[in-house]
């Protein structure tokens, strides 16, 4: 048996959680090397909570509106996952900035997924930015969450087409499929102790 330490995941959601549900996938195939402690969100009727408890993981509602200011927010995020004994918290599509507080205790230790190729379109309207702006090519990027808006050092970026009809959606959807795939691949990557930040880069290997 390998004494290597085991991560433990807590995914923060505040949506549909298609991503949410990749890396469960990926997990309970074994292809991370990870548990998921917890998913959270900021948001009661998140439709990743439904599926977080349909896979039988622990799911927990933190409502940013019970909170003064987003300093008691981040403490109540810190408390849960520090409770539950995380070592990586994983973004997916959790639709707030995080601040000095939580990064305190998880800078280094969080990853977002953003649906594009950063530094190219950050912000909450990444496909219409896109298309708007007539790129030919775009995609996504896994990056370390700093204080910034997708800002941090960047892990792993897929490209997809531009086509000259796209809606926001068919770009979108086009973009998710390799969501699907970067994201587990960074998180396991991580997992296996091979992603090291160097200032603003990250070294894999
Ligand atoms: C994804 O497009 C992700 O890149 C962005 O938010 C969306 C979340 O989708 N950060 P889902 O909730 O994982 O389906």
Redo the contacts with the bound molecule.
Sequence with gaps: MSDAKQEVLGIL?S??????QSIITAVNRGEIAADIAVVISDKPDAA?LTRAEKAGLPAVCIDRRRFADRDAFEAALIGELQKRGVTLVIL??FMRLLGKTFLHVYGGRTM????ALLPAFPGAHAHRDTIAYGVKVSG?TVHFVDEGMDTGPIILQAAVPVLDDDTEETL?AR??VE?HKIYPQAIKLYCEGLLCIVGRKVRIG
């Design positions: 959601c949506g549909r959680g298609t991503n949410l990743a997916a599509g977002n997924i953003h649906p996504c979108a973009i998710l969501e």
